[in-house]
């Protein structure tokens, strides 16, 4: 997978954010470019965004939850595009709720979504690029998965999940010529954090993204890790911290845990809508 020009990649969340940033570098790459999302319009602006590079973009309305779906985004590649050798498991959902706060249907839907989705698009187009002998599969994980973050148990506890996951997968098809990286950004620049259900003051998440990176380099690097089948992408400085504390004593890193979660849920208090109150927007329906 050194060479991707003419090459075809699919992406999950392509509506906006990293998905949109992965998709215009991929056909800066010389690829062409389908795009899976719920969000039928933001889709429509990055397949624009994608044909004036020269490129074909594909819009799928894909709801990741569902097998059927992620079966059916692999068929109509191949039949459309002519091919598949890139899967980009990038949709997601964020929530800043702390654990005795986080409802069923919270934890349900990060776990279908962050998880299934992931585990969905692995499978079915790890299966494709096994039996072709060749394809890269992404999983967008994140610095959570690294090292655990009070305050968004339901979150941190999907993006643990991938990270092993993936690594698992990397190993497993090796052999098979099928090459695997998970991706591990910090905050990054997007929307994730302003989108319904996800429990941020509009006013705090705008200050939270703030001096953020953006995503572009992060689909920089994550292009030059599929060319180099590199297992793991860290992105911004809170990435690089997290993943270096992984490597702390356990005696050392449980009271520094029970300090962060203390400060954490101080944080979560002030700058999140809290249960009961009437601003707490409902769960947006997928």
Known sequence: MKNLTNKVAVITGGAGGIGRALAMECAAAGMDVALADVDEPGMAETASEVAKLGRRALCIPTD???????????????????????????????SAVPLVETTAAQYQRSIDINIGGVVHGSRIFGAHFAQQGQG????????????????????????????GYTLQLRWELASRGV???VLCPGTVKTDIVLREGVGFK??????????????????????????RNRPMV????????????QFLPLWLIDPLGKLLARTALKVVETTTLRSGSSDVPKLQQD
Request: proline fraction near 6%; aromatic fraction near 6%.
């Open 136 to 163: 890269h599969l992404v999983n967008t994980a994140s610095a959570a998965g690294l090292f655990p973050v009070p305050g968004m148990s339901a979150y941190s506890l999907t993006k643990y999940a991938v990270v």
């Open 179 to 181: 090459g695997v990286t």
């Open 202 to 227: 509009p006013e705090e998440a705008r200050k939270l993204i703030r001096d953020a990176p953006g995503p572009e380099r992060l689909a920089r690097k994550t292009l030059r890790a599929v060319r």
């Open 64 to 94: 990741v939850r569902k097998a059927g779906a992620v079966q059916a985004l692999l068929d109509r590649t191949l039949a459309e595009l002519n091919g598949c050798h890139l899967m980009v498991n990038n949709a997601g959902v964020f």
């Open 234 to 245: 860290r992105y911004g400085p809170d990435a690089y911290a997290m993943s270096l504390m």
